[in-house]
C-alpha cells in the first residue's frame, strides 16, 4: 500500500513559479509510475503529467508542456512537480497518484491510479 501526501501549494501572482511536492511511503516507491492530476472549480479532474519509475520517461498535458518540470528522487521517495510560468487557469486542486508500473507506457487516466494523495491547492491571481 503507498501513502502520498501532498505538499507546497498556496497563492501566487500569473508569471510566478511553484514547486510542489508528494511524499511517499509503503511501498517499493520505484516500482510506481507517479502522476499529478488536477481538479479546477467546476470542472472534471485532469491528467498533468506522469513520470515512470526510474524517471527515464514523463508525459504531460499540452496546456503545460514546456512550462511543468516533474521530476522523482527515488532515495527521498519523492516526486515533484515544478510549475513556471503560471497562469490564473492552473488554479485548482492538485492530486498526487500512483499506480504499481506495468513495464510500458505512462497511463493519463485517472481509473489506472490506485493510491492518491489528499491534494494540494494552487491558487494563481491574475
Known amino acids: 500500500q503507498l501513502q502520498l501526501v501532498e505538499s507546497g501549494g498556496g497563492s501566487v501572482q500569473a508569471g510566478d513559479s511553484l514547486r510542489i511536492s508528494c511524499a511517499a511511503s509503503g511501498g517499493d516507491f520505484m516500482s510506481y509510475t507517479m502522476g499529478w492530476f488536477r481538479r479546477a472549480p467546476g470542472k472534471e479532474r485532469e491528467f498533468v503529467a506522469a513520470i515512470s519509475g526510474k524517471g527515464r520517461t514523463t508525459d504531460y498535458t499540452a496546456s503545460v508542456k514546456g512550462r511543468f518540470t516533474l521530476s522523482r528522487d527515488n532515495v527521498r521517495n519523492t516526486v515533484y512537480l515544478q510549475m513556471n510560468s503560471l497562469k490564473p487557469e492552473d488554479t485548482a486542486v492538485y492530486y498526487c497518484?500512483?499506480?504499481?508500473?506495468?513495464?510500458?507506457?505512462?497511463?493519463?487516466?485517472?481509473?489506472?491510479?490506485?493510491?492518491w494523495g489528499q491534494g494540494t491547492q494552487v491558487t494563481v491571481s491574475s
Open positions: 497518484a500512483g499506480y504499481y508500473s506495468r513495464g510500458y507506457g505512462l497511463s493519463t487516466t485517472s481509473d489506472d491510479y490506485n493510491y
